[in-house]
């Protein structure tokens, strides 16, 4: 019962929980410190980053997990800090988790250049139908749609569904 009401904790987005969360940070239960990490990244409680931050390290790799994705849900400077020197030192299925928390991180902090990725001329930019376009074969910018345009291409695209009967 108390798992759950930590995951409770979480969801409610209440931030009047971060107390009882931040102790459960420091419980002898991997479950609990599991739950807890989860509940402070669902609140984005900064206040608990600090105290997130070693469970980079715990001996189970779930809670590890859960601290990696809690910390890119929190954001913040120490929280990038924590997980780009912890990325040299974690195994393949780690860092993935480490660079998908980074992703998340730039997302919600507005920023758009992730460090792991730094897309110089000449580097992989996209894979388009199985080959491999280079930042530095593209002659010009790639043209966009605009968004009066986006609406007659899916009117006509879902125009071609009108036509189904139902299957009632």
Known sequence: MRLSAVCGMGRS??????SILMEELRSPNPAMRYEAI??????????????????IDDPDVVVQEAAIWSLGRIGGEPARTALLAAYDEMDA???????DALSELAFTSGEFDFPLYDLAPGALAADVEDEWLLLSDLDEEPELLPSDDWDDEWAAHSAEYDDVDSLD
Not at 38 to 55: D, N
Not at 93 to 99: H, K, N, Q, S
Request: proline content about 6%; hydrophobic content about 40%.
């Open 93 to 99: 299925g780690l860092r993935d988790t480490i660079e």
């Open 13 to 18: 987005l209440d931030k009047t929980w971060q």
């Open 38 to 55: 989860v509940a402070c990244g669902e609140l984005g409680s900064r206040q608990a980053a600090p105290a997130i931050i070693p469970l």
